[in-house]
Structures are given as structure tokens and as C-alpha cells.
């Protein structure tokens, strides 16, 4: 594999990050900036991972981004002040795939049409498609089915979103996330510019059509009985007081679209930006004939750009990418310079811990060391725990094993639904269901709510390559949470494990020894030299994990029995200090 644009990776910051939403504990951003600065939590953390509830959002909790600006609800510029004061240093995301339908630029294209200066900033649906498929009667083009086959969809149906211009026509625009539509109630006044109707009328009619927009029911349908003269003269008023909720795919074909990177880029950069993650950014480079996730070369030129435009401001861009182990993608993204997401670790370190063997984990240790990976990594986070990630994949010269096999994923798979953790699919070509993309879990629940083995999990994380993650609620030893993951509905699994904290709820954990212990191996790792050195992997028996860094100025050493998940942890800078981490110690 070759690029024209291999550098070296920007040089990344070496210490914890913090990660959790502006509002995760205690409602706002000021809340968990003065606990960053606490006694309890000092030189635990070097970084704080703000996700993007930050901005103004309205879907996907953050997800679907309004603007950039900051969330004056939950963020303001003295927050911000405070951090700067205490040397926190942001990651923020950028979601390059899409903006929300409420954001300017698509509101400006829904009030203007053809005549807004937005109108090539999405993807009309029809015109990436012409000559490439036959108009179907819904008034969108079906692909030729060899384009449909290559496309990866997150949704069962093909990826439109339908919005009604003001010349009245129908447009489908390119929409690969969520999306629902939204019909208001009608007033009678609404119908007063039907010819000929009365006031008795329009009240008859209105009350017919807020009866089926209550009952969901589909309003081409309507039979307006002895009105049926003025149908269609009413579904069109219906039709321009309909609402959208959506996340619009961006078209990178479009100049505008870059501008508004720059600026965004810049004002994260403003905001005490350091790291930007890249959300959903092998969604947006689509051809025609190629498939529309991560296709090659021009996701890889994207990439180039948009790195070129980070180094005007000093950040580094770590591209956030879900894809099977097999596929290699991971090894692609960290040889052309960039920091990878490393969403193998979860799943290994569960595997590990309930098999009682090193052989996978040290596998994937060993991979970050030879081929020089520079990584993030995490137990817990603000989605799920990834499983899809660790699968093997056919390509080009055979198939490529994953880091565990099927049978081995499907047992950590198992154990964490019994321990009660919900599943996540998503969608292939032809709306073909892809399982096991990830499981909702806190991680301390995964783990079967046993602190001995939460402890353990968090010091391999702190042993392992890359800049470690935390999340919010796994260090608090969350459990799932049924009660918000049912109020949720259908997409409500994620709300498992994003339980708000109050102050009193920390200051409870903070009374806790698997609170305290892991902001002990925590600052430990956020402040010893040896973590920027060298590590040796020592060859044990399977059930021992004998993991040691080494620094010219001193050492730290993790050696942990995965039977029992007893571990001890010394570390010598000319003073030996050793942790020992028992049940029942």
C-alpha cells in the first residue's frame, strides 16, 4: 500500500484523558472542570475528551451538529477560562459526514430551493445518480444493482431523505444516519387559502388530519369524503408544515464544504483544542462504482487535506474508524501518520480476563510495538463495547485471521448479554443485517460487576500502548442503566451507560476503593517518565501478564495473574513503591 502523503505523526500528548459529556457529572461543563482541579483527581489527567454535546446538537446526543458554536446551556467562555487556568487540554469531535437538518445551511436550502448558496453543500440523491439507475415511482432513483451492492448502510432502507422544496417539488437528499419527519398540527386558519372553503369546512377537514398525524398514520391516504374536490389543495398545506429531523451527508465535492472544515477547525483550535477525532469520516468520499465507506483513493486524499488544514493549527487528527481487524485499515491509517482508535483492546482485555489467557492480548501488544502504532485506547465509552472490530476478513491473496476468532467472539459476546448488556447491528447492502457490531454495556457490568476484575482491566489499560481513555462512568463503577436504555425506545441502547452523576454521586465513589485505586494507577500512568519509554513484554506462563516500562530516569511494572486477577504494580525512580491489588486484601 502506498500514498503520497506518509508524514510522521504529529507529536501526540502522552498522558489520561478524561472523557464524558459537558453535563455527565454534575449538569455542566464548570462541574467537571472543577473536578479535574480536585485534590482527589489531581495529576490523574492531562486531557479531557468533550463530547460534542459541547456545540449546538439536537440528535444522536451531540452527534448531529447544528454549528460549532458553543452550547450555552451547558458551555460557557468562562468555563473555558477555568480550564485554561488549571492546563486542561480539549479533544473535540468533528463529524465530517454530516450536519444536522436544523443547521443553517440546510435551513437556508429548505427556505431558498434552487436559489440558496447551500444548495450543493448536501447531496442530491438524483443528481449523484443520474445515468446510473432507473427513477423509481416514490420519485428517487434506484442504483443500477451493481452500485447497490456496494453500498454499506446503517439503515435497512436506502440512505433519502425526502424534503419538500418551495416550488413544491420533492427532493431526495443523501442521508446515511437518522432521520424522521415531523407533520404539525393543522389550525383552521391554515386552509383559509383554499378557494371556496368555509370556516365549517376547514375545521372539518383539520380535525380529520390531526386525528391520523396523532395516530402516525399516512397521510397520502386521506379520504376527505364530500371535500375530495380540494385534497390535494390540503396535502400541500399539510406538506409545507412539515418538520425534519435528520443528519445530512455533506458533499465534499463542494468547495463551501472545505471552507466550513477550515472555520471549524480553527475554532476548535480556539476552544483549547489539542486532539480532533474524526467522526464518521469513511462515510464521506462517494463515487459512483465505488462503495461508499472508505473507498480508496479519494478517502486517503480527503484525509491528506483535511491534515494539511490541521497543521495550520497545531492539532492532531485521529480518524475514527470501525472495521474488522482483517481488513488491515487500521495498519493503512496509522502508515500514512495518523493516530488510530484502538477499538480491539475492549474486547481483548474481556476475552482475557474471563478465559484467564494472554495469548490474544500480548498478540495485539506485540502488533503495536513491531509496526510502531500509535494509538488511543479505552475500555468503556460514551457508544459500546466493539466486537466487530476483532473479526478476521477475506481480502485480496485469502482471509486474514481477527485477533480472536468467531467462537471466541461469540463467547464474549454471550457473557456480556448475560451480564446484561444489549446488542447494536447495522445494515449491509440490500438492507442485509450485519450482527454484532458492538454491545451496550458499562464496562464494569460487562465484566459482571466484579471490582477485582474492573482494577485489572484499568492497569492492563495503563500498561497498554497508546494514550489511555476513561470513561466517566467506569471509573465511578456505573452499571447499566435499564431504566434510561427503556425510556430510549428502539435507539435507546446507548443510553446504558451514560448516566448523569450528581456532585453527591462522586462524592460517594470518591469513598470507594475501586474509585480511589484507579485514579491511583491513573496518575500514575498520567505522570511517570517510564510510560515514555520502552515496553518489554515478558514471555510467562498464559494465565501471567508480565508487562514492564523501561526509561532511562526509571521503570514501571504491571504482573497480574488472570486466573485470580490478583496484579501488582512497582514502580522505581530511584524510590521503590509498590501496589498490590487482592480480593479480600
Known amino acids: 500500500m502506498s500514498t503520497d502523503f506518509v508524514s510522521t505523526t504529529r507529536q501526540l500528548p502522552n498522558g489520561v484523558m478524561f472523557n464524558a459529556y459537558p453535563d455527565s457529572i454534575g449538569g455542566t461543563l464548570v462541574d467537571i472542570v472543577y473536578l479535574l482541579g480536585s485534590r482527589e483527581f489531581r495529576d490523574a489527567f492531562s486531557l479531557f475528551y468533550v463530547l460534542p454535546t459541547?456545540?449546538?446538537?439536537?440528535?444522536?446526543?451531540?452527534?448531529?451538529?447544528?454549528?460549532?458554536?458553543?452550547?450555552?446551556?451547558?458551555?460557557?467562555?468562562?468555563?473555558?477560562?477555568?480550564?485554561?487556568?488549571?492546563?486542561?487540554?480539549?479533544?473535540?469531535?468533528?463529524?465530517l459526514n454530516h450536519l444536522s437538518v436544523g443547521s443553517p445551511q440546510f435551513q437556508d436550502?429548505?427556505?431558498?430551493?434552487?436559489?440558496?448558496?447551500?444548495?450543493?453543500?448536501?447531496?442530491?440523491?438524483?443528481?449523484?445518480?443520474?445515468?446510473?439507475?432507473?427513477?423509481?415511482p416514490d420519485g428517487y432513483i434506484v442504483p443500477k444493482e451493481g452500485h447497490s451492492q456496494l453500498l454499506f448502510m446503517r439503515k435497512p432502507d436506502l440512505p433519502i431523505l425526502k424534503v419538500r422544496f418551495p416550488d413544491g417539488t420533492e427532493r431526495p437528499y443523501w442521508n446515511t444516519f437518522y432521520q424522521e419527519v415531523r407533520y404539525s398540527?393543522?389550525?383552521?386558519?391554515?386552509?383559509?387559502?383554499?378557494?371556496?372553503?368555509?370556516?365549517?369546512?376547514?375545521?372539518g377537514i383539520t380535525s380529520i388530519i390531526n386525528d391520523m398525524i396523532d395516530s402516525g398514520a399516512d397521510l397520502?391516504?386521506?379520504?376527505?369524503g364530500e371535500w375530495t374536490g380540494i385534497r390535494d389543495d390540503v396535502l400541500s398545506v399539510v406538506e409545507q408544515n412539515r418538520s425534519y429531523l435528520g443528519q445530512m451527508d455533506l458533499n465534499a465535492e463542494s468547495e463551501d464544504v472545505w471552507d466550513f472544515y477550515d472555520e471549524t477547525l480553527r475554532k476548535l483550535r480556539d476552544y483549547g483544542a489539542k486532539l480532533v477525532r474524526l467522526d464518521a469520516f469513511a462515510y464521506l468520499h462517494k463515487e459512483v462504482g465505488k462503495a461508499n465507506f472508505f473507498n480508496k483513493p479519494g478517502t486517503w486524499q480527503y484525509l491528506r487535506r483535511l491534515k494539511w488544514m490541521a497543521e495550520k493549527y497545531d492539532l492532531v487528527l485521529v480518524p475514527e474508524i470501525h472495521a474488522e481487524y482483517g481488513s488491515g485499515l487500521h495498519e493503512e491509517v496509522s502508515e500514512n501518520g495518523f493516530p488510530v482508535y484502538d477499538f480491539f483492546l475492549p474486547g481483548l482485555v474481556i476475552d482475557a480476563l474471563d478465559r484467564g489467557t494472554n495469548q490474544h492480548l500480548l498478540?495485539?501488544?506485540?502488533?503495536?510495538?513491531?509496526?510502531?502504532?500509535?494509538?488511543i485506547n479505552m475500555l468503556g465509552c460514551h457508544d459500546g463495547i466493539p466486537v466487530l472490530d476483532l473479526k478476521g476478513k477475506s481480502v485480496s491473496g485469502g482471509y486474514r485471521e481477527g485477533l480472536l476468532s468467531d467462537e471466541q467472539i461469540e463467547e464474549v459476546i454471550s457473557n456480556i448479554l448475560e451480564r446484561g448488556g444489549r446488542i447494536k447491528n447495522l445494515y449491509g447492502a440490500n438492507g442485509k443485517?450485519?450482527?454484532?457490531?458492538q454491545v451496550n454495556a458499562t464496562y464494569y457490568s460487562a465484566l459482571g460487576e466484579d471490582e477485582q476484575k474492573l482494577l485489572l482491566a484499568r492497569a492492563i489499560q495503563m500498561f497498554t500502548p497508546g494514550?489511555?481513555?476513561?470513561?466517566?462512568?467506569?471509573?465511578?463503577?456505573?452499571?447499566?442503566?435499564?431504566?434510561?436504555?427503556?425510556?430510549?425506545?428502539?435507539?435507546?441502547?446507548?443510553?446504558?451507560?451514560?448516566?448523569?452523576?450528581?456532585?453527591?454521586?462522586?462524592?460517594?465513589?470518591?469513598?470507594?476503593?475501586?474509585?480511589?485505586?484507579q485514579l491511583q494507577l491513573m496518575r500514575l500512568r498520567n505522570i511517570s517518565p517510564a510510560?515514555?519509554?520502552?515496553?518489554?513484554?515478558?514471555?510467562?506462563?498464559?494465565?501471567?501478564?508480565?508487562?514492564?516500562?523501561?526509561?532511562?530516569?526509571?521503570?514501571?511494572?504491571?504482573?497480574?495473574?488472570?486466573?485470580d486477577h490478583s496484579f501488582t504494580v512497582r514502580h522505581s525512580d530511584g524510590i521503590e513503591q509498590v501496589m498490590t491489588f487482592a480480593r479480600d486484601q
Open 467 to 517: 494514550i489511555p481513555q476513561v470513561w466517566y462512568l467506569d471509573l465511578f463503577a456505573g452499571k447499566n442503566d435499564y431504566e434510561a436504555a427503556d425510556r430510549g425506545g428502539t435507539g435507546g441502547h446507548k443510553e446504558i451507560n451514560r448516566t448523569g452523576l450528581t456532585m453527591g454521586d462522586v462524592g460517594k465513589g470518591l469513598r470507594k476503593a475501586v474509585v480511589r485505586d
Open 433 to 437: 443485517k450485519i450482527a454484532y457490531y
Open 220 to 224: 397520502n391516504g386521506v379520504d376527505l
Open 531 to 563: 510510560f515514555s519509554g520502552e515496553l518489554e513484554i515478558v514471555e510467562t506462563e498464559p494465565h501471567i501478564l508480565h508487562l514492564n516500562w523501561k526509561h532511562p530516569t526509571c521503570t514501571a511494572t504491571l504482573i497480574a495473574d488472570l486466573h
Open 109 to 136: 436550502l429548505l427556505k431558498k430551493g434552487d436559489y440558496s448558496p447551500y444548495r450543493h453543500f448536501f447531496i442530491d440523491w438524483n443528481e449523484f445518480w443520474a445515468g446510473e439507475g432507473e427513477m423509481g
Open 54 to 95: 459541547f456545540f449546538n446538537s439536537d440528535l444522536d446526543r451531540g452527534f448531529s451538529i447544528i454549528d460549532y458554536d458553543l452550547n450555552d446551556e451547558l458551555v460557557s467562555r468562562e468555563d473555558l477560562e477555568k480550564a485554561y487556568e488549571s492546563n486542561t487540554s480539549f479533544k473535540f469531535d468533528l463529524v
Open 185 to 203: 398540527h393543522l389550525d383552521p386558519a391554515d386552509l383559509s387559502g383554499i378557494d371556496g372553503i368555509t370556516a365549517e369546512q376547514a375545521a
Open 363 to 375: 498478540r495485539w501488544m506485540g502488533e503495536l510495538i513491531d509496526k510502531n502504532i500509535k494509538t
